[in-house]
Protein backbone atom coordinates (compact mmCIF):
# COMPACT_ATOMS: atom_id res chain seq x y z
CA UNK A 1 0.00 0.00 0.00
CA UNK A 2 1.03 3.46 -0.80
CA UNK A 3 0.33 7.09 1.26
CA UNK A 4 -0.97 9.67 -1.16
CA UNK A 5 -0.49 13.96 -0.09
CA UNK A 6 -3.70 15.66 0.55
CA UNK A 7 -2.44 18.16 -1.57
CA UNK A 8 -2.22 15.88 -4.08
CA UNK A 9 1.49 16.99 -6.35
CA UNK A 10 3.61 14.88 -3.75
CA UNK A 11 4.81 11.09 -5.27
CA UNK A 12 2.87 8.06 -3.80
CA UNK A 13 5.22 6.55 -0.92
CA UNK A 14 5.58 3.16 1.14
CA UNK A 15 4.91 3.21 4.89
CA UNK A 16 9.15 3.22 5.82
CA UNK A 17 9.39 5.99 3.09
CA UNK A 18 7.20 8.23 5.20
CA UNK A 19 8.17 7.15 8.69
CA UNK A 20 10.85 9.31 9.10
CA UNK A 21 9.45 12.58 7.40
CA UNK A 22 7.00 15.30 8.46
CA UNK A 23 4.81 17.42 5.98
CA UNK A 24 4.64 15.71 1.98
CA UNK A 25 6.87 18.23 0.01
CA UNK A 26 3.81 19.90 -1.36
CA UNK A 27 2.46 20.69 2.03
CA UNK A 28 -0.06 18.51 2.55
CA UNK A 29 -0.35 15.53 4.88
CA UNK A 30 0.10 11.68 4.51
CA UNK A 31 -2.70 9.31 3.84
CA UNK A 32 -3.37 6.01 3.00
CA UNK A 33 -4.19 5.87 -0.92
CA UNK A 34 -6.96 3.55 -0.14
CA UNK A 35 -8.36 2.37 3.30
CA UNK A 36 -7.62 -1.44 4.08
CA UNK A 37 -10.62 -2.69 5.55
CA UNK A 38 -11.37 -5.16 8.46
CA UNK A 39 -14.13 -7.58 7.18
CA UNK A 40 -16.61 -8.79 10.17
CA UNK A 41 -15.01 -11.88 9.63
CA UNK A 42 -11.62 -9.94 10.36
CA UNK A 43 -13.48 -8.05 14.08
CA UNK A 44 -14.77 -11.75 14.84
CA UNK A 45 -11.15 -12.89 14.85
CA UNK A 46 -9.95 -9.83 16.63
CA UNK A 47 -12.21 -9.20 18.91
CA UNK A 48 -10.10 -12.37 21.16
CA UNK A 49 -6.75 -10.55 20.62
CA UNK A 50 -4.47 -9.03 23.46
CA UNK A 51 -3.22 -5.39 22.74
CA UNK A 52 0.55 -6.56 21.15
CA UNK A 53 -1.43 -9.27 18.97
CA UNK A 54 -4.15 -6.20 17.74
CA UNK A 55 -1.27 -3.95 17.34
CA UNK A 56 0.43 -6.31 15.20
CA UNK A 57 -2.92 -6.99 12.73
CA UNK A 58 -3.95 -3.38 12.60
CA UNK A 59 0.37 -2.34 11.84
CA UNK A 60 0.47 -5.29 9.33
CA UNK A 61 -2.17 -3.59 7.24
CA UNK A 62 -0.84 -0.21 7.64
CA UNK A 63 3.06 -0.50 7.22
CA UNK A 64 2.73 -3.29 4.74
CA UNK A 65 6.52 -2.60 3.59
CA UNK A 66 7.85 -4.04 6.74
CA UNK A 67 8.16 -7.54 7.33
CA UNK A 68 5.31 -9.20 9.77
CA UNK A 69 8.14 -10.70 11.94
CA UNK A 70 10.32 -7.59 12.22
CA UNK A 71 7.23 -5.34 12.97
CA UNK A 72 6.16 -8.36 15.45
CA UNK A 73 9.33 -7.93 17.23
CA UNK A 74 8.73 -3.81 17.67
CA UNK A 75 5.32 -4.55 18.77
CA UNK A 76 6.47 -6.89 21.55
CA UNK A 77 9.06 -4.51 22.89
CA UNK A 78 7.31 -1.76 22.92
CA UNK A 79 3.74 -2.44 24.27
CA UNK A 80 4.71 -4.53 27.58
CA UNK A 81 3.78 -4.34 31.17
CA UNK A 82 6.98 -3.08 31.84
CA UNK A 83 6.52 0.15 29.95
CA UNK A 84 3.05 0.89 30.13
CA UNK A 85 2.33 -0.34 33.46
CA UNK A 86 4.40 1.95 36.41
CA UNK A 87 5.05 -0.80 38.73
CA UNK A 88 1.56 -2.06 39.33
CA UNK A 89 1.01 -5.68 38.85
CA UNK A 90 -2.47 -5.95 38.58
CA UNK A 91 -4.00 -8.72 35.74
CA UNK A 92 -5.55 -5.38 34.17
CA UNK A 93 -1.68 -4.52 32.56
CA UNK A 94 -2.25 -7.50 30.32
CA UNK A 95 -4.39 -5.32 28.63
CA UNK A 96 -1.69 -2.53 28.04
CA UNK A 97 -5.04 0.23 28.21
CA UNK A 98 -7.38 -1.12 30.58
CA UNK A 99 -10.89 0.10 30.57
CA UNK A 100 -12.01 1.67 33.69
CA UNK A 101 -16.13 1.25 34.29
CA UNK A 102 -17.26 4.54 35.70
CA UNK A 103 -21.33 3.04 35.21
CA UNK A 104 -23.42 1.17 33.00
CA UNK A 105 -22.02 2.19 29.65
CA UNK A 106 -19.37 4.92 30.80
CA UNK A 107 -16.34 4.21 30.73
CA UNK A 108 -12.50 5.52 30.66
CA UNK A 109 -10.18 4.06 28.54
CA UNK A 110 -6.59 4.16 30.50
CA UNK A 111 -3.84 5.67 27.85
CA UNK A 112 -1.54 7.46 30.08
CA UNK A 113 0.79 4.68 32.34
CA UNK A 114 3.43 4.77 30.37
CA UNK A 115 6.29 6.84 31.11
CA UNK A 116 5.65 10.30 31.03
CA UNK A 117 2.23 9.84 31.92
CA UNK A 118 0.13 11.10 29.20
CA UNK A 119 -1.29 9.36 26.04
CA UNK A 120 1.55 10.70 23.66
CA UNK A 121 3.53 7.59 25.06
CA UNK A 122 1.34 5.34 23.02
CA UNK A 123 2.40 5.78 19.91
CA UNK A 124 5.33 7.89 20.75
CA UNK A 125 7.00 4.41 22.28
CA UNK A 126 6.57 2.42 19.19
CA UNK A 127 7.76 5.38 16.57
CA UNK A 128 11.18 5.18 18.76
CA UNK A 129 11.76 1.77 18.13
CA UNK A 130 10.56 1.79 14.50
CA UNK A 131 12.92 4.74 13.69
CA UNK A 132 15.68 2.90 15.42
CA UNK A 133 14.85 -0.09 13.35
CA UNK A 134 14.44 1.97 9.75
CA UNK A 135 17.73 4.18 11.02
CA UNK A 136 19.66 0.95 11.50
CA UNK A 137 18.71 -0.85 8.44
CA UNK A 138 19.30 2.53 6.09
CA UNK A 139 22.27 2.88 7.81
CA UNK A 140 21.91 6.69 8.65
CA UNK A 141 21.03 8.73 11.61
CA UNK A 142 18.84 11.58 12.81
CA UNK A 143 19.13 14.54 14.47
CA UNK A 144 15.14 15.28 16.02
CA UNK A 145 14.42 18.86 16.79
CA UNK A 146 11.49 20.22 18.63
CA UNK A 147 9.53 22.73 20.84
CA UNK A 148 7.23 21.82 23.34
CA UNK A 149 5.26 23.14 26.02
CA UNK A 150 5.39 19.90 28.10
CA UNK A 151 3.39 16.86 26.62
CA UNK A 152 4.87 16.25 23.57
CA UNK A 153 8.53 16.87 24.24
CA UNK A 154 8.68 14.46 27.15
CA UNK A 155 7.13 11.75 25.31
CA UNK A 156 9.29 12.01 22.66
CA UNK A 157 12.39 12.62 24.82
CA UNK A 158 11.42 9.02 26.72
CA UNK A 159 10.69 6.91 23.00
CA UNK A 160 14.00 7.78 21.78
CA UNK A 161 16.59 7.59 25.28
CA UNK A 162 19.23 5.65 24.44
CA UNK A 163 18.20 5.25 20.95
CA UNK A 164 20.96 4.23 18.79
CA UNK A 165 21.49 6.93 15.33
CA UNK A 166 19.13 8.97 17.02
CA UNK A 167 19.74 12.26 19.14
CA UNK A 168 17.21 14.58 20.45
CA UNK A 169 17.65 18.86 20.76
CA UNK A 170 14.16 19.33 22.40
CA UNK A 171 13.50 23.85 22.97
CA UNK A 172 11.88 24.05 25.82
CA UNK A 173 10.56 27.85 27.40
CA UNK A 174 11.89 28.97 30.52
CA UNK A 175 8.61 29.61 31.51
CA UNK A 176 5.08 27.97 31.40
CA UNK A 177 5.88 24.09 32.12
CA UNK A 178 5.00 22.38 35.62
CA UNK A 179 7.71 22.00 37.65
CA UNK A 180 6.30 18.05 37.25
CA UNK A 181 7.17 18.52 33.59
CA UNK A 182 10.18 20.31 33.90
CA UNK A 183 11.51 17.57 36.01
CA UNK A 184 10.29 14.53 34.09
CA UNK A 185 12.45 16.09 30.90
CA UNK A 186 15.15 17.56 32.36
CA UNK A 187 16.09 15.02 34.97
CA UNK A 188 16.71 12.59 31.65
CA UNK A 189 20.89 11.79 32.18
CA UNK A 190 21.02 10.09 28.69
CA UNK A 191 23.79 11.38 26.27
CA UNK A 192 21.38 11.95 23.06
CA UNK A 193 19.27 13.83 24.98
CA UNK A 194 19.81 17.77 24.71
CA UNK A 195 17.32 19.85 26.83
CA UNK A 196 17.33 23.44 25.52
CA UNK A 197 15.58 26.02 27.94
CA UNK A 198 14.98 29.15 25.71
CA UNK A 199 14.71 32.51 27.85
CA UNK A 200 11.72 33.03 26.52
CA UNK A 201 7.47 31.19 25.87
CA UNK A 202 6.61 28.24 23.94
CA UNK A 203 5.88 30.71 20.28
CA UNK A 204 9.63 31.64 20.97
CA UNK A 205 11.10 27.99 21.24
CA UNK A 206 8.37 26.51 17.99
CA UNK A 207 9.66 29.80 15.92
CA UNK A 208 13.38 28.97 15.98
CA UNK A 209 12.42 25.14 15.45
CA UNK A 210 10.67 26.96 11.91
CA UNK A 211 13.73 29.09 11.37
CA UNK A 212 16.22 26.16 11.80
CA UNK A 213 14.00 23.56 9.32
CA UNK A 214 13.43 26.43 6.88
CA UNK A 215 17.15 26.51 6.62
CA UNK A 216 17.54 23.55 3.70
CA UNK A 217 21.61 23.75 3.95
CA UNK A 218 21.41 23.60 7.81
CA UNK A 219 18.84 20.54 7.41
CA UNK A 220 20.46 18.55 5.23
CA UNK A 221 23.84 19.17 6.35
CA UNK A 222 22.51 18.07 10.14
CA UNK A 223 20.61 15.16 8.96
CA UNK A 224 17.37 17.21 10.78
CA UNK A 225 14.27 15.65 11.65
CA UNK A 226 10.99 15.65 13.97
CA UNK A 227 8.30 13.42 15.39
CA UNK A 228 5.29 15.90 15.60
CA UNK A 229 1.85 15.34 15.62
CA UNK A 230 1.59 15.33 11.96
CA UNK A 231 3.92 12.39 11.74
CA UNK A 232 1.51 9.57 9.86
CA UNK A 233 2.87 6.28 11.99
CA UNK A 234 1.97 8.08 15.40
CA UNK A 235 -1.75 8.40 14.09
CA UNK A 236 -1.86 4.65 12.86
CA UNK A 237 -0.39 3.37 16.66
CA UNK A 238 -3.28 5.55 17.93
CA UNK A 239 -6.02 3.79 16.23
CA UNK A 240 -5.21 0.85 17.56
CA UNK A 241 -6.53 1.32 21.43
CA UNK A 242 -9.73 2.27 19.69
CA UNK A 243 -9.68 -1.54 18.58
CA UNK A 244 -9.09 -2.27 22.07
CA UNK A 245 -11.30 -0.38 23.97
CA UNK A 246 -14.64 -1.56 21.13
CA UNK A 247 -14.05 -5.22 22.35
CA UNK A 248 -13.20 -4.27 25.78
CA UNK A 249 -17.22 -2.72 26.45
CA UNK A 250 -19.00 -4.90 23.51
CA UNK A 251 -19.84 -8.37 22.99
CA UNK A 252 -20.69 -8.58 19.71
CA UNK A 253 -19.88 -6.40 16.51
CA UNK A 254 -23.29 -5.15 15.46
CA UNK A 255 -22.62 -3.00 18.59
CA UNK A 256 -21.73 0.29 18.43
CA UNK A 257 -19.49 2.53 20.74
CA UNK A 258 -19.25 6.06 20.82
CA UNK A 259 -16.02 8.03 22.05
CA UNK A 260 -15.08 11.60 23.54
CA UNK A 261 -11.64 12.69 23.03
CA UNK A 262 -10.25 15.50 24.28
CA UNK A 263 -8.74 17.46 21.34
CA UNK A 264 -5.68 19.70 20.44
CA UNK A 265 -4.07 19.18 16.97
CA UNK A 266 -6.71 16.71 15.87
CA UNK A 267 -4.18 13.91 16.09
CA UNK A 268 -5.81 11.53 18.49
CA UNK A 269 -9.66 12.06 17.21
CA UNK A 270 -8.19 11.34 13.72
CA UNK A 271 -6.82 8.45 14.43
CA UNK A 272 -10.17 7.08 15.97
CA UNK A 273 -11.67 8.49 12.11
CA UNK A 274 -9.24 6.26 10.49
CA UNK A 275 -9.96 3.39 13.13
CA UNK A 276 -13.84 3.87 11.65
CA UNK A 277 -12.76 4.39 8.14
CA UNK A 278 -10.84 0.65 8.45
CA UNK A 279 -14.32 -0.61 9.94
CA UNK A 280 -14.54 -0.25 13.25
CA UNK A 281 -18.06 0.24 14.27
CA UNK A 282 -17.82 3.53 15.82
CA UNK A 283 -20.99 5.88 16.44
CA UNK A 284 -19.87 9.03 17.46
CA UNK A 285 -16.69 10.51 17.73
CA UNK A 286 -16.73 13.33 19.82
CA UNK A 287 -14.54 16.23 19.70
CA UNK A 288 -13.77 17.96 22.84
CA UNK A 289 -12.18 21.40 22.88
CA UNK A 290 -11.07 24.06 25.60
CA UNK A 291 -11.36 27.67 25.63
CA UNK A 292 -9.16 27.87 22.36
CA UNK A 293 -12.38 26.43 20.31
CA UNK A 294 -11.33 26.32 16.63
CA UNK A 295 -12.49 22.68 16.10
CA UNK A 296 -15.67 23.35 18.09
CA UNK A 297 -16.53 26.58 15.93
CA UNK A 298 -15.86 24.26 13.19
CA UNK A 299 -18.33 21.31 13.98
CA UNK A 300 -20.76 23.84 15.46
CA UNK A 301 -20.83 26.16 12.13
CA UNK A 302 -18.80 24.43 9.44
CA UNK A 303 -16.32 27.75 9.50
CA UNK A 304 -12.31 26.67 9.81
CA UNK A 305 -10.65 29.55 11.03
CA UNK A 306 -7.50 28.72 12.89
CA UNK A 307 -5.95 31.80 15.68
CA UNK A 308 -3.04 33.76 15.19
CA UNK A 309 -0.46 32.25 18.22
CA UNK A 310 -0.84 35.53 20.14
CA UNK A 311 -4.41 34.78 20.46
CA UNK A 312 -4.14 31.14 22.09
CA UNK A 313 -5.63 31.57 26.21
CA UNK A 314 -3.53 29.55 28.33
CA UNK A 315 -5.82 27.68 30.30
CA UNK A 316 -5.92 24.37 33.16
CA UNK A 317 -5.84 22.35 30.25
CA UNK A 318 -2.81 23.29 28.59
CA UNK A 319 -1.66 20.63 25.84
CA UNK A 320 -5.22 21.71 24.19
CA UNK A 321 -3.95 25.16 23.78
CA UNK A 322 -3.84 24.95 20.12
CA UNK A 323 -4.27 28.24 17.64
CA UNK A 324 -4.54 25.74 14.49
CA UNK A 325 -5.38 22.44 14.56
CA UNK A 326 -2.42 20.51 12.43
CA UNK A 327 -4.01 17.12 11.87
CA UNK A 328 -7.40 18.19 10.69
CA UNK A 329 -6.55 18.47 6.82
CA UNK A 330 -6.69 14.52 7.11
CA UNK A 331 -10.03 14.91 8.13
CA UNK A 332 -11.18 17.11 5.76
CA UNK A 333 -9.63 15.20 2.88
CA UNK A 334 -11.62 12.24 3.52
CA UNK A 335 -14.64 14.63 4.19
CA UNK A 336 -14.43 16.10 0.48
CA UNK A 337 -14.29 12.64 -1.18
CA UNK A 338 -10.29 13.08 -1.30
CA UNK A 339 -10.43 15.56 -3.64
CA UNK A 340 -6.92 17.25 -3.43
CA UNK A 341 -7.50 20.54 -5.56
CA UNK A 342 -10.28 21.31 -2.92
CA UNK A 343 -8.19 20.66 -0.26
CA UNK A 344 -5.70 23.03 -1.70
CA UNK A 345 -8.07 25.67 -2.37
CA UNK A 346 -8.84 25.46 1.33
CA UNK A 347 -5.39 25.08 2.54
CA UNK A 348 -4.71 28.60 0.55
CA UNK A 349 -6.79 30.04 3.18
CA UNK A 350 -5.54 28.52 5.76
CA UNK A 351 -2.08 29.32 4.75
CA UNK A 352 -2.08 33.29 4.59
CA UNK A 353 -3.55 33.10 7.84
CA UNK A 354 -7.26 33.29 6.71
CA UNK A 355 -10.54 31.08 7.11
CA UNK A 356 -12.81 28.68 5.19
CA UNK A 357 -16.46 27.94 5.09
CA UNK A 358 -17.08 24.32 4.74
CA UNK A 359 -21.04 25.40 4.14
CA UNK A 360 -20.47 27.57 1.44
CA UNK A 361 -18.61 24.63 -0.62
CA UNK A 362 -21.70 22.13 -0.08
CA UNK A 363 -19.69 19.93 2.17
CA UNK A 364 -20.60 20.59 6.20
CA UNK A 365 -23.63 18.30 5.49
CA UNK A 366 -21.20 15.67 5.27
CA UNK A 367 -19.83 15.85 8.76
CA UNK A 368 -22.55 14.56 10.23
CA UNK A 369 -22.42 11.17 8.04
CA UNK A 370 -18.66 10.52 9.77
CA UNK A 371 -20.11 11.00 13.00
CA UNK A 372 -18.19 13.66 14.33
CA UNK A 373 -19.52 15.78 16.84
CA UNK A 374 -18.64 18.30 19.42
CA UNK A 375 -18.36 20.79 22.32
CA UNK A 376 -16.39 22.97 24.54
CA UNK A 377 -15.46 23.14 28.18
CA UNK A 378 -14.01 25.89 30.60
CA UNK A 379 -12.12 26.21 33.35
CA UNK A 380 -15.09 26.29 35.20
CA UNK A 381 -16.87 23.01 33.87
CA UNK A 382 -13.39 21.41 33.85
CA UNK A 383 -13.13 22.21 37.77
CA UNK A 384 -17.32 20.79 38.40
CA UNK A 385 -16.02 17.96 36.34
CA UNK A 386 -13.14 16.93 37.97
CA UNK A 387 -15.19 17.49 41.31
CA UNK A 388 -18.25 15.09 39.90
CA UNK A 389 -15.95 12.42 38.67
CA UNK A 390 -14.71 12.43 42.40
CA UNK A 391 -17.53 12.01 44.32
CA UNK A 392 -19.90 10.13 42.08
CA UNK A 393 -17.38 7.82 40.45
CA UNK A 394 -14.68 7.98 43.08
CA UNK A 395 -12.12 8.37 40.47
CA UNK A 396 -9.72 11.37 40.08
CA UNK A 397 -9.04 12.72 36.35
CA UNK A 398 -7.06 15.07 34.92
CA UNK A 399 -7.97 18.81 33.27
CA UNK A 400 -7.94 17.27 29.61
CA UNK A 401 -9.85 14.29 30.49
CA UNK A 402 -12.40 16.24 32.52
CA UNK A 403 -13.21 18.43 28.99
CA UNK A 404 -13.55 14.97 27.28
CA UNK A 405 -15.71 13.92 29.89
CA UNK A 406 -17.94 17.06 30.27
CA UNK A 407 -18.45 17.24 26.40
CA UNK A 408 -18.81 13.69 26.19
CA UNK A 409 -21.56 13.09 28.71
CA UNK A 410 -23.45 15.97 26.47
CA UNK A 411 -23.93 13.81 23.56
CA UNK A 412 -24.27 10.35 25.28
CA UNK A 413 -26.80 7.84 23.54
CA UNK A 414 -29.10 5.24 25.41
CA UNK A 415 -28.03 2.16 24.84
CA UNK A 416 -24.56 3.08 23.48
CA UNK A 417 -21.44 2.73 25.42
CA UNK A 418 -19.50 5.98 25.62
CA UNK A 419 -15.66 5.65 26.13
CA UNK A 420 -13.34 8.79 27.74
CA UNK A 421 -9.79 8.67 26.47
CA UNK A 422 -7.75 9.40 29.16
CA UNK A 423 -5.27 11.78 27.71
CA UNK A 424 -2.67 12.28 31.03
CA UNK A 425 -3.26 10.85 34.54
CA UNK A 426 -3.81 13.63 36.88
CA UNK A 427 -0.48 13.59 39.06
CA UNK A 428 0.67 15.84 35.94
CA UNK A 429 -1.48 18.82 36.56
CA UNK A 430 -1.34 19.09 40.43
CA UNK A 431 -2.41 22.36 40.98
CA UNK A 432 -5.64 21.97 38.93
CA UNK A 433 -6.57 19.18 41.08
CA UNK A 434 -5.61 20.73 43.95
CA UNK A 435 -7.93 23.72 43.21
CA UNK A 436 -11.01 21.21 41.72
CA UNK A 437 -10.44 18.41 45.09
CA UNK A 438 -8.71 20.34 47.52
CA UNK A 439 -5.86 17.86 47.92
CA UNK A 440 -3.00 16.55 45.77
CA UNK A 441 -3.65 14.11 43.18
CA UNK A 442 -1.66 10.23 43.96
CA UNK A 443 2.07 9.88 41.77
CA UNK A 444 2.89 6.55 40.36
CA UNK A 445 5.03 4.29 42.16
CA UNK A 446 8.82 5.48 41.45
CA UNK A 447 7.75 9.39 40.98
CA UNK A 448 7.40 10.38 44.89
CA UNK A 449 11.34 12.20 44.31
CA UNK A 450 11.03 13.45 40.58
CA UNK A 451 11.95 17.05 41.17
CA UNK A 452 14.53 16.79 43.28
CA UNK A 453 16.68 14.16 41.06
CA UNK A 454 19.75 16.04 39.43
CA UNK A 455 18.54 17.95 36.48
CA UNK A 456 20.67 18.25 32.77
CA UNK A 457 19.74 21.39 30.86
CA UNK A 458 21.41 23.72 28.60
CA UNK A 459 19.52 27.49 28.88
CA UNK A 460 20.01 29.98 25.80
CA UNK A 461 18.78 32.66 24.60
CA UNK A 462 15.46 32.87 22.07
CA UNK A 463 18.30 33.41 19.75
CA UNK A 464 18.27 30.59 16.05
CA UNK A 465 22.37 30.57 15.54
CA UNK A 466 22.51 30.04 19.74
CA UNK A 467 20.30 27.06 18.93
CA UNK A 468 22.05 25.75 15.45
CA UNK A 469 25.55 26.29 17.44
CA UNK A 470 24.44 23.12 20.29
CA UNK A 471 23.12 21.23 17.24
CA UNK A 472 26.51 21.37 15.11
CA UNK A 473 28.30 20.86 18.36
CA UNK A 474 26.64 17.37 19.08
CA UNK A 475 25.05 16.11 15.45
CA UNK A 476 27.75 13.78 15.49
CA UNK A 477 28.42 12.46 19.26
C1 LIG B 1 -1.50 16.20 23.30
C2 LIG B 1 -2.59 16.17 24.31
C3 LIG B 1 -3.95 16.39 23.95
C4 LIG B 1 -4.38 16.75 22.56
O1 LIG B 1 -4.23 15.69 21.65
P1 LIG B 1 -4.24 15.94 20.07
O2 LIG B 1 -3.84 14.65 19.47
O3 LIG B 1 -3.24 17.04 19.82
O4 LIG B 1 -5.62 16.37 19.70
C5 LIG B 1 -4.90 16.28 24.94
N1 LIG B 1 -4.57 16.01 26.22
C6 LIG B 1 -3.29 15.80 26.59
C7 LIG B 1 -3.00 15.52 28.02
C8 LIG B 1 -2.25 15.87 25.65
O5 LIG B 1 -0.98 15.68 26.04
Redesign the pocket.
Same mark, same amino acid.
Given at each position: MKYISTRGQAPAQTFSQILLGGLAPDGGLYMPEEYPRFSADDLDAMRGMDYRELALTVLSRLADDIPVADLKALVDKTYTAAVYGHGRTDSDFGQVTPVRRLEEGLYILEL?NGPTL? #? %?DMAMQLLGNLFEYALDKAGQDINILGATS !???GS?AEYAMRGKHNVRVFMLSPLEGMTRFQQAQMYSLQDANIHNLVVRGVFDDCQDIVKAVSNDLDFKSLYRIGAVN?INWARVAA?SIYYFKAYFAVTTANDQKVSFA??? !?? #?????AGHIARQLGLPIHKLVVASNENDVLDEFFRTGVYRPRAGAETLHTS?P??D?SK?S?FERFVFDLTGRDSAKVRELWAAVDRGAAFDLKAHGLFERVAEYGMVSGKSTHKDRMATIGMAAERFATVI?P??ADGLKVGLEHRDPGIPLVCLE??LPA %?FEDAIVEALGRKPERPAGLADLESLPQRYEVLDADVEAVKAVIAAHAND
Open positions: SA #F %K !GDTASQVPS !GN #FGNVCSSMIANDHTTA %K
